[in-house]
């Protein structure tokens, strides 16, 4: 005896459904396409922020700063990055964007308003490979409570 015989027309009425939720899991990767953040100076109950203080690339994912409001950059912090990534740091009050070829966890700061938290995070390729480097930083002011919340989240 088949599912079928017992209850016809069951396979249509649930494959819809699951067809449909099929198609949404897989056009929803584990790490999203190029990402956009934008550089604010208020977000709900927080001031000078990031939108997303945490994104997960893939190997050659780009992400983009948008100067949404005037006043702040994007820089890797020292040390916050993986081995043989060079320096980076933005001119203020421009979008800005970095493409992400090596793997690993890059720790960024806005330059003014780093004491004030305005920090984030980029996990490339799903590696943390470098994550005892992240903890070992000396982080600035307010983002050093902030960090350590972001890296238990990573
Ligand atoms: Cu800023």
Redesign the pocket.
């Known amino acids: 005896m088949t599912l079928n015989k017992n209850l016809p027309g069951l396979n249509q009425i649930i494959s819809i459904p699951l067809a449909m939720l099929i198609v949404v899991f897989f056009s929803t990767p584990a790490s999203a396409e190029n990402q956009t953040i934008e ?1 604010l100076n208020k977000l709900g109950k927080e001031t ?1 922020v990031y939108s997303k203080k945490v994104v997960k690339v893939d190997i050659g994912d780009t992400v983009f700063w948008k100067s949404t409001k005037p ?3 994007v820089e890797f912090i020292k040390g916050g990055v993986p081995e043989g990534v060079g320096k980076f740091r933005s001119a203020l009050s421009k979008d800005t964007e970095y493409k992400f070829e090596v793997p690993g966890i890059y720790a960024y700061w ?1 330059t ?2 780093k004491g ?1 938290g ?1 920090i984030g995070f980029v996990v490339v390729g799903n590696d943390k490979s470098n994550l005892e480097q992240i903890k070992k930083i000396k982080y600035m002011g307010k983002s050093k409570k902030i960090a350590i919340e972001l890296i238990l989240s990573l």
């Open positions: 550089m000078m006043g702040h950059n806005c003014p308003h004030m305005m």
